[in-house]
Nanobody
């Protein structure tokens, strides 16, 4: 069973940086997808970034491209960590950020078409003040 646990949220001023981490246990080998979504209060969930493990191909939504960087480290055969380095943060980046996983990164038309049965983390709050 796959489990995802996020950490690293907090409050930062606009223009600042934060790094989120998500430890994923249960995925074995490579070639699966780990990434991030966010949901601001009163808004729909929005995809942020994703990465294909193994070949480390990264994908970004237009709203964060050039400011956020997604990366992945494999600690052992069934333990992986995905990071989201967020630079030049804006007030509109304020949201709860969720880590998610899937068997592959199906990124089409600027969206990660994540499977309905994909695992999710519990979320971590990011607040950017002006």
């Amino acid at each position: 069973q796959v489990q995802l646990v996020e950490s690293g949220g907090g409050t930062v001023q606009a223009g600042g940086s934060l790094r989120l981490s998500c430890e994923a246990t249960g995925y074995r080998g490579g070639g699966f997808c780990l990434g991030w979504f966010r949901q601001a209060s009163g808004k729909e969930r929005e995809w942020v970034a994703a990465i294909t493990t193994g070949d480390e191909i990264a994908y970004y939504s237009d709203s964060v491209k050039g400011r956020f960087t997604v990366s992945h480290v494999s600690q052992d055969i069934a333990r992986n960590t995905v990071y989201l380095q967020m630079d030049n943060l804006k007030v509109e980046d304020t949201a709860t950020y969720y880590c998610a996983g899937d068997r592959e990164c199906r990124v089409q038309a600027g969206q990660w078409r994540i499977a309905d049965d994909s695992p999710w983390g519990q979320g971590t709050q990011v607040t950017v003040s002006s």
